[in-house]
């Protein structure tokens, strides 16, 4: 009986995190767990805002180093995702098509993906989808756990940079298209 309800249990768990809708906790002692997306892409006001912490790490595609100062001057946006989040299979490859509209914008769109288990999987979902913007391959979360001032720890999470490297949204749980584009648009409009 016990052994039937676990099994229940951990089928509704399964299902749940199919949806789309879900997002995974990866700051509960580096375990996963699922939590109800909570989408707060709202622009902070510049004068509230606070500079993004430092980070670096190795391209997935390429295997070179990158560093968060390479985002200087340009509205940076930061996906936290993983090829074993459902959300991110629909989210990353519309994200894809909104780095194709606004890459000469001056929007450098980076991938951050998050507790892969082997860099394979993570070059097979990029090629998969197609994806053309880069990803830092970071399977321990150390980029999420410098962001942990912001909820960057839910997958998947985005957060938008403003041109000064300040935290200008963020966003947990799977974003539309149109949310990322009301955004982009409102943090390019104050550079210009």
Known sequence: MRAAAVALLAGALLTGCTTGADAVDVNNGGEFR????????????????ATAPEFSGTL???????????LEGQVGLLNF?????APCRV?????????DEY?????????INVKETDRQFALAFIDR????????????????????DYPANA??????LDQQGRVAAV??????????????????????
């Open 60 to 70: 997935v595609e390429t295997g070179n180093d990158f560093a968060s100062d390479q």
């Open 103 to 111: 890459s000469d914008a001056g929007v450098q769109f980076l991938g």
């Open 91 to 99: 989210e990353t490859p519309e994200f894809d098509e909104v780095w």
């Open 155 to 160: 997958i998947p999470s985005t957060i938008v």
């Open 34 to 49: 699922f939590v109800e997306a909570t989408p707060s892409g709202e622009v902070i006001p510049p004068d509230e805002r």
């Open 171 to 192: 966003y947990t749980g799977a974003v539309t298209q149109e949310d990322l584009r009301r955004t982009l648009d409102l943090v390019l409009a104050e550079g210009a």
């Open 129 to 148: 989808f197609g994806i053309g913007f880069p990803s830092l391959y970071d399977p321990r979360g150390e980029v999420a756990l410098a962001f942990r």
């Open 81 to 85: 995702w993983g090829s074993w989040c």
